[in-house]
């Protein structure tokens, strides 16, 4: 079957038998489209007359915001790498009688294709109901020439006859309705966040986006987009599903933001989780003389594929947990270096595991390079870069024996950073010279992966000797536990330390792939035998290229 990019679905079983249908619709729909699938709701819908097939307003009721709910729940079981997003134009809490669609909508995402839950009882309707389907799509959103028709009923159940859902009660909406939070990496719960608090809102939707301090503490946080990338993404999501209200998107360095002093908010939309939060605000917006907002809570969602280490609900930090071990950016090519050895820099900062995950490496066939060893041997009696250290640096350096005493040497170029300069001149192109030739030596063994365990590989300028970058990195505190640990030395030597170092975001920034040791060793052995076995099957492809 052919498989579209983006697609519409248009669902028009009754709702009250149209929750039992939703996972048997979104697993046909994502045998067709494998990008993103737009939900449209019509209940009722007759596409067996072509009279009969113009929009309409759907009443915002409870029942309508509990399907919601159920339709991201069930694609984050059924269908997870579709970006599922449910269309709200035509569903209002107050009634009107004009078509909700005065000209197309324009979508972010281009429909390829439309599909439906309308079953015909008669085949030789078929044509019909499609081409009403089409001309339907076509009359509520902007759609690609040629758009094609499915129907997906052939393959699913026969829908019941379905009473009418005027008894569920109508949602209660407000002017003014404001939500907060990180929104790194959109997924259902976030859908149904945003998605129920449009339908609450009438006219303006105020969102603040965690930034700055309130992103120390979170888990990965390094593997959080940037606040210009989940402004982005919001704005488009919220634009596709109801572009009729205003929204305002605002950073939050604490907790409340504008909540707390915004005259002209109603109702703030929470979580089980953040109910105590939305306590909170309203506490604060009373001392500051202000009405209390109404607190609208919407269910977690339970994430059915989470891992012994993850959360149960789905959630980003879950997201960015999967992201390790995986390739973040395609790597740029490189065509000064040969195909064979492929070559991973590996890095990382004091106490993050990086000789660690390279002796995993080395245990799944890889040939490893320490470049730490390597900068050693150049300092040697008789090594590269003996003679030249001496000799700027003095002979009052020099043991006994003439062997170069490195700790004086670090004392006289630590915190001195033109010292600093002088001496990683001397050194770092003779470990390129001495890794360049363990490289070919490798080569020579038939090796198809080379490691190069480098701490300073992007300070130093290394990338061009290798085709990808992979960072270990751990939390500054465990970092700093570890270094005391494992050095004998004080915290403040430390953190010190690490001071002088890259931090993670920047050596996240150049990464390809990122790897955390923070919890027990088979779970850095998992993201060890992933990142491995991903790679595997990008060498495989570039030899067959």
């Not at 909540?259 to 105590?276: G, M, Y």
């Not at 915290?491 to 920047?506: F, I, M, V, Y």
């Amino acid at each position: 079957m052919t498989m579209f990019s983006t697609g519409v679905l248009v669902l028009t079983s009754p709702l009250n038998t149209l929750p039992l249908r939703i996972a048997p619709v979104l697993t046909s729909a994502a045998q067709i489209v494998e990008r993103t699938l737009y939900v449209h709701l019509h209940p009722g819908l007759n596409l067996s007359s072509a009279a009969q097939t113009r929009p309409v307003y759907i009443p915002a009721t409870r029942d309508v915001t509990s399907l919601i709910t159920r339709l991201y729940s069930k694609a984050a079981d059924v269908c997870s790498h579709l970006d599922i997003r449910v269309l709200l134009t035509n569903i209002r809490a107050h009634s009107l009688s004009h078509n909700p669609f005065p000209s197309s909508q324009t979508l972010s995402q281009t429909p390829e294709v439309v599909l439906t839950d309308y079953g015909v009882s008669d085949s030789s309707q078929m044509n019909l109901a499609k081409q009403c389907l089409g001309k339907y799509a076509a009359g509520c959103y902007v759609c690609k020439p040629n758009l094609a028709t499915v129907l997906l009923a052939p393959g699913l159940e026969p829908a019941a006859e379905g009473g009418s859902s005027d008894s569920s009660p109508a949602l209660k909406t407000y002017s003014d309705v404001v939500v907060g939070g990180t929104f790194d990496r959109l997924h259902g719960a976030h859908q149904i966040l945003l998605g129920v608090s449009c339908l609450l809102a009438d006219e303006r939707f105020l969102i603040g986006v965690s930034d700055h301090d309130l992103l120390k503490n979170k888990m990965l946080k390094e593997l959080i987009q940037p606040y210009s990338v989940r402004v982005k993404k919001l704005r488009e999501l919220l634009q596709d599903i109801k572009p009729s209200l205003r929204y305002e998107i605002v950073p939050l360095s604490d907790p409340y933001g504008p909540s707390i002093t915004d005259p002209h908010l109603q109702c703030i939309v929470v979580s089980e989780e953040t109910r105590k939060g939305g306590d909170a605000v309203n506490k604060k917006r009373l001392e500051n003389g202000l009405p209390e907002l109404f607190l609208h809570e919407i269910q977690l969602i339970k994430d059915a594929h989470h891992t012994d280490i993850e959360e149960e609900k789905i959630s980003s930090s879950s997201l960015r947990f999967r992201l390790l071990g995986s390739l973040l950016q395609p790597p740029q090519e490189n065509p000064n270096i040969p195909a064979l050895p492929y070559v991973i820099g590996l890095t990382g900062g004091s106490g993050s595991g990086k000789s660690s995950v390279a002796k995993r490496l080395e245990g799944l066939g890889a040939a490893c390079i320490d470049s730490d060893r390597l900068g050693h041997e150049t300092y040697k009696h008789g090594g590269p870069a003996y003679h030249k250290v001496v000799q700027e640096f003095g002979a009052d350096i020099l043991n006994e024996d003439g062997t170069i005493n490195r700790k004086l040497l670090g004392r006289k170029v630590f915190e001195n950073k033109e010292k600093l300069k002088c001496l990683t001149d001397i050194v770092w192109p003779e470990i390129v010279n001495l890794t360049k030739k363990q490289i070919s030596e490798a080569a020579a063994d038939g090796k198809t992966v080379c490691v190069v365990d480098a701490a300073v590989l992007l300070e130093a300028g290394w990338t061009d000797m290798v085709h990808e970058v992979w960072v270990t990195i751990i939390p500054e505190t465990e970092a700093v536990t570890r270094i005391m640990n494992r050095d004998g030395v004080a915290e403040e030597d430390a953190k010190k330390r690490l001071a002088n170092q890259w931090t993670n975001s920047q050596r996240v920034e150049h990464a390809n792939v990122v790897l955390c040791t923070l919890w027990e060793p088979e779970i850095t052995q998992r993201q060890v035998q992933k990142a491995w076995d991903l790679l595997q099957e990008r060498i495989s492809k570039r030899r067959n290229h």
